[in-house]
């Protein structure tokens, strides 16, 4: 039997999304029993978590995680992973900028292949970004320099929120990340530099509905997390030991 996987989907005011992206996953996926969608919300005002309850009650394979007076990306993509029961685990957006089309390879590649980790990529030869603003561009370049230079990774899209990974890596690294800001697969891979990478390529589509995350407030978090993961990472090489 093939190994069961969990997509994580972290939610705040995407009411107008999650329906659409919860029927692209299944179509992709097909009527087969071997995976489960857990949609993390936190409490969205919109009430996008009442559209994914009527969902779960059509569809068994959809749980609801509703997180009251906790709010962050990344912290809701770790309660995803411990509230799964996956062997595989992925993370993908609700507001539907990530092609579903490349989910069964980034799942296979996992799954089937040996990778630690598969990624989603814009920035491997086939991947690229549609109708997108020059300042979230900029933004998104700016911070994966940053990171590819201060982090000494070889990732080439670190900023992707879309992957899929084998549980035992995120079981590696739980006991030392500690989840904030928006950009999680950084720190995962920052942390347990895992040994088999597969970047795939797929065209990154902005937002259609509701309203971009990105603010100076993100971007001033982002910071202080790659200043906590190069810490993170200098003392780890000092004492000689990995995650």
């Keep these: 039997m093939a190994k069961v996987f969990s997509l994580i989907v972290p939610t705040y005011n995407e009411r107008d999304n999650i329906g659409p992206l ?81 989910l069964p390879e980034l799942i296979s590649a996992v799954r089937d292949e040996g990778f630690d980790l598969a990624v989603g990529s814009r920035r491997v030869p086939g991947g690229g970004a549609d109708r997108w603003p020059w300042y979230r561009k900029a933004f998104s370049s700016a911070a994966t320099i940053a990171a590819r230079r201060l982090l000494e990774i070889g990732l080439r899209d670190p900023m992707s929120g879309y992957f899929v990974l084998d549980r035992d890596l995120f079981e590696r690294v739980k006991p030392v990340i500690n989840p904030r800001g928006y950009k999680i697969l950084l720190e995962i891979y920052a942390l347990s530099h895992p040994a088999r990478v597969k970047e795939i390529p797929f ?26 993961l190069r810490g993170k990472r200098k003392r780890r090489n000092q004492a000689g030991d990995s995650v």
């Design 22 to 102: 919860l029927d692209q996953v299944r179509a992709t996926l097909g009527p087969r029993d071997d995976f489960e969608i857990i949609v993390v919300d936190d409490d969205s005002p919109d009430l996008t978590w009442s559209v994914v309850e009527d969902c779960a009650s059509a569809d068994g394979r959809i749980t609801l995680v509703r997180r009251r007076g906790e709010k962050g990306l990344s912290s809701a993509v770790i309660a995803g992973f411990n509230a799964s029961k996956g062997a595989v685990l992925g993370v993908m957006d609700a507001d539907l900028s990530h092609d579903c089309r490349i």
């Design 203 to 228: 065209v990154f589509k902005d937002r259609r509905q509701g309203v971009s995350k990105l603010s100076v407030n993100v971007a001033f978090e982002y910071l202080r997390m790659l200043r906590e």
